[in-house]
């Protein structure tokens, strides 16, 4: 018998064990969803699996309504809603209650360390009082010629390339999402640690090379022993759960490679930052400069740890850069698809481009960037359309009452706006669904129309998220710190290739599908075997 049979029969041991546990105070039994669930690995096989990142919510939300259940590895019930009122109780009114699942929090710990996205409870909140001062406005406003300078960087590799390949009037392939994770890492690497990358001009480091194409070479088709098998992490004590790390398989030992990679780097950058201060030279103003400063400044019960502090370079370059690199390759994607819409922004940039001559400015302000309303509202579209992170799933440790805004038909046909939640109940919310909801987006909310921002009433409603209406960031006091950050990178990035290049689709046949792979990522379909990708025709604006 192999190692992984034994874990399986140690997991199935742990289960009849442990079963009682299982059971909350309150079934929800009786609200609708899928059946023919197997008792073993439940629906989530199927919904790992799925060819496109949300076929099942959409599907089962046209079915079943905002609010449905779904089965857990071992005969449980997980919840998932998409309704706004019930999404905003979980993040913002009743964020207590419901805290991230301990399957969340260790894949954090095996893939950034005990850092921001790992931290709950008063660590969290120690964590984030320290980070805040590196993420204000006037902080992200001083990164503008930093996004501004790879965007710049990027557009002179792309020329170069084209011109080496001799250009036709159609354009040159470019596997462009490569091209959007290498000037992303480059951009945080020097606006986050003042540190070089060189993503950009190939010369790529241990830390990238570590990063790269992690989580679909970890996370995509999970086997049923390992959905499983972290259902039950929450019955083995965490100083054994740790060792968990060390489990021979493929996703275990990238998790244990790449963090190794980036915690050495990580170490070398603290004690570079701290000597800096012990030398008074405090003129760096990058995130982590920021960060270790702040830390120094506070009384020594809140500071954090040189684990914590080393955790948060593996937290801002793997939640900081992929999900930035997602965003870019779905607009360029859309835009590709969507050629008016594409040559109207580039109207609005020459425009803008215009106005900055007159002025005599050298190049676009935070402000200016954030003027263009057509590139504003690509931006925001993607963002609902394509959200790089798809579910946020949360576990009551505490009995609740969840409220509707839409009455769900139980079981037994009687309608209700409330469900009773008991301590131990695993509730997913569905930002996928979410934002695609017609009552709230419109008639056309399964399509890409960014003139929804531009001519539509969505922001002035809006009651949701972060920014814009949208939950692509989350809200609360778990919302994405680097919100802003990520969306005045994309835009800096955003303007200057549109401005210089045409895109239009690679090859017509290729069908771009969105795998789940932690994060949202664009594949082609059939060549699934190839990794990531996103091919486009790029022709240098004349």
């Excluded at 929090?105 to 984030?128: D, F, N, P």
């Excluded at 170490?267 to 400069?289: G, M, N």
Aim: proline share 4%; charged share 25%.
């Amino acid at each position: 018998m192999d190692s992984l049979s034994y874990l399986l029969l140690f997991a199935l041991g742990v289960a009849v064990l442990f079963w009682r546990r299982h059971a909350t105070r309150f079934s929800i039994s009786y609200i609708p969803g899928p059946t023919g669930a197997s008792w073993l690995v439940g629906n989530m096989k199927e919904f790992a699996y799925q060819l496109n990142v949300g076929d099942m919510d959409f599907a089962y939300a046209r079915q079943f309504g905002r609010t449905w259940r779904m089965r857990h590895p071992l005969g449980t019930d997980m919840l998932m809603t998409a309704d706004p009122k019930a999404i905003h109780h979980v993040l913002q009114k009743a964020e207590h209650i419901y805290v991230k699942r301990l399957e969340s929090t260790e894949t954090a710990r095996m893939t950034m360390g005990k850092g921001l996205v790992w931290a709950s409870g008063e660590t969290h909140a120690r964590q984030r009082k320290i980070m805040n001062p590196a993420f204000t406005v006037g902080q992200i406003r001083s990164f503008v010629p930093i996004f501004r300078t790879g965007a710049a960087k990027l557009t002179q590799k792309w020329r170069d390339e084209i011109s080496a390949k001799a250009a036709s009037a159609e354009g040159v392939a470019l596997t462009v999402n490569r091209w959007f994770s290498r000037v992303t890492i480059d951009i945080l690497g020097e606006t986050a640690f003042d540190y070089n990358f060189g993503a950009l001009d190939n010369t790529e480091n241990e830390v990238t090379a570590a990063f790269h194409t992690m989580f679909s070479d970890s996370t995509l088709h999970p086997p049923a022993w390992d959905l499983i098998f972290k259902r039950l992490w929450s019955y083995i004590p965490q100083p054994i759960l740790e060792f968990m790390d060390y489990i021979p398989t493929r996703e275990y030992n990238r998790f244990r490679r790449t963090l190794r990679v980036v915690n050495g780097v990580s170490k070398q950058l603290v004690e570079e930052k701290k000597a800096a201060l012990l030398t008074e030279s405090r003129s760096s103003r990058d995130i982590f400069s920021v960060l270790v400063q702040a830390n120094v400044s506070q009384d020594p019960k809140g500071r954090l740890t040189d684990e914590e502090l080393v955790a948060q370079m593996a937290t801002l370059v793997l939640a900081g850069h992929i999900t930035t690199a997602t965003t870019l390759t779905f607009l360029f994607h859309e835009l590709s698809c969507h050629q008016e819409y594409q040559h109207k922004m580039r109207e609005e940039i020459v425009q803008a481009r215009a106005r900055l001559r007159e002025r005599g400015a050298e190049d676009f302000s935070m402000e200016e960037l954030e003027g263009m309303p057509l590139v504003s509202a690509a931006v925001k579209e993607t963002l609902r359309y394509h959200p790089p992170v798809y579910h946020i799933f949360r576990n009551a440790i505490a009995d609740d009452v969840l409220p509707l805004e839409t009455p769900i038909k139980s079981a037994s046909g009687e309608y209700t706006s409330e469900i009773p939640i008991g301590a131990g109940q695993h509730v997913v919310l569905s930002v996928c669904t979410y934002q695609r909801l017609p009552e709230i987006w419109g008639e056309d909310a399964d399509q890409w129309n960014p003139l929804r921002f531009v001519e539509g009433n969505i922001e002035k409603e809006s009651k949701m998220g972060l920014y814009a209406n949208l939950m692509a960031f989350a809200e609360g006091n778990r919302g994405c710190i680097g919100w802003r950050f990520t969306i005045l990178e994309t835009m800096a990035i955003v303007v200057d290739l549109v401005e210089n290049f045409k895109f239009d689709v690679g090859d017509e046949k290729d069908e771009i599908i969105r795998r789940p792979t932690g994060f949202m990522s664009a594949w082609v379909r059939g060549r699934e075997r190839e990794g990531p990708q996103l091919v486009l025709k790029v022709t240098p604006v004349a």
